[in-house]
């Protein structure tokens, strides 16, 4: 497969009539810059969330702060729950959400720079149950690198999961 551009997924969401929403931490809304740098990004672009802190989080996609107690902002079950939050408080049918650690400070041994992890949500079946993919993927380089990187990711692997 050729290397992936936004282009594709930008014809993608035209040919299907879908709305695409992003759920934002490390990144900042890099995700969604790149999204709007397309011309024409309104017709399938519905919204962007930055929620950097916990209380973001909670207050604009309703994760639990349970969740956050339990398994930390960077984690597959909050980046699921990040992804599920953006696809309900929003009027999209497709949703991404990146939380992850770019550095320089902020890792563990647990939790390394260049952890980040991911969530894909999605409405499926007549009924619109929401389906969903999560995992965690350690990018090596400098912050902008671990971003860049993390932004790209996240959009590649949303177009993957509406071409199946």
């Known amino acids: 497969m050729a290397e992936f551009s936004i282009s594709q997924l930008a014809a993608l969401c035209l040919q299907n009539n879908l709305q695409i929403t992003t759920a ?7 995700a969604a810059k790149l999204i709007t740098d397309q011309a024409g990004s309104s017709q399938w672009f519905e919204r962007g969330f930055v929620t950097y802190s916990n209380s973001a989080k909670e207050q604009m996609l309703g ?7 339990q398994w930390g902002a960077v984690s597959e079950p909050v980046a699921k729950a990040m992804a599920e939050g953006a696809l309900t408080h929003s009027d999209a049918d497709f949703a991404l959400s990146i939380t992850g650690i770019a550095g320089p400070d902020g890792g563990s041994a647990e939790k390394p720079v260049g952890t980040v992890c991911f969530g894909w949500s999605w409405y499926a079946g007549s009924d619109r149950h929401i389906k969903g993919s999560i995992t965690t993927r ?3 380089g400098d912050r902008e ?8 990711y996240a959009l590649e692997q949303l177009y993957k ?4």
């Open 145 to 152: 690198t671990v971003r860049n990187q993390s932004a790209y």
């Open 63 to 69: 994760v639990e702060q349970s969740l956050l107690e």
């Open 24 to 30: 934002e931490s490390c990144t900042g809304g890099l």
């Open 138 to 140: 350690h990018f090596k």
């Open 161 to 164: 999961l509406m071409q199946s």
